[in-house]
Nanobody, 121 residues
C-alpha cells in the first residue's frame, strides 16, 4: 500500500527556514521516478493551492507568492521529495501536502496527510 508521509513542519519565526520532506512508502521506484512531484498548501478558510511542482524532466514551477524563497527537489533513490522554504512569512502559514501524479501508469494521484507550517510575526 502506497503512503506519502510528510514531515518537517513546525513553528518558525518570520524570516526563518524549514525543510519539508515527503517519503513515498510502498511505491516502486519506477512509479516514483515517473511521477510529477508537487507541494500544495491550504490555509484556514482558503482553497488548496499549488505551491511548487517538479516535472519528469526536472522543470520546476512555483506560485508567484513563493518564487525565490521556496525550492522543490527530489531524491529518486530514496523516493523522497523536499520543499526548502526560506524567508518565511506569516502568510505562508498553512497545512502543506505532498502530491505525486504517476505518468504512464493507470494510477490515480497520491496525496499525503499534510504537515503544519506556522510562521509567527
Amino acid at each position: 500500500q502506497v503512503q506519502l508521509v510528510e514531515s518537517g513542519g513546525g513553528l518558525v519565526q518570520a524570516g526563518g527556514s524549514l525543510r519539508l520532506s515527503c517519503k513515498a512508502s510502498g511505491m516502486i521506484l519506477s512509479v516514483f521516478s515517473s511521477s510529477v512531484k508537487e507541494w500544495y498548501r491550504q490555509a484556514p478558510g482558503k482553497p488548496r493551492e499549488l505551491v511548487a511542482s517538479l516535472s519528469l524532466d526536472g522543470v520546476t514551477n512555483y506560485a508567484d507568492s513563493v518564487k525565490g524563497r521556496f525550492a522543490i527537489s527530489r531524491d529518486n533513490a530514496r523516493k523522497m521529495v523536499y520543499l526548502q522554504m526560506d524567508s518565511l512569512k506569516p502568510e505562508d502559514t498553512a497545512l502543506y501536502y505532498c502530491r505525486l501524479e504517476p505518468r504512464g501508469y493507470n494510477l490515480q494521484p497520491y496525496w499525503g496527510q499534510g504537515t503544519q507550517v506556522t510562521v509567527s510575526a
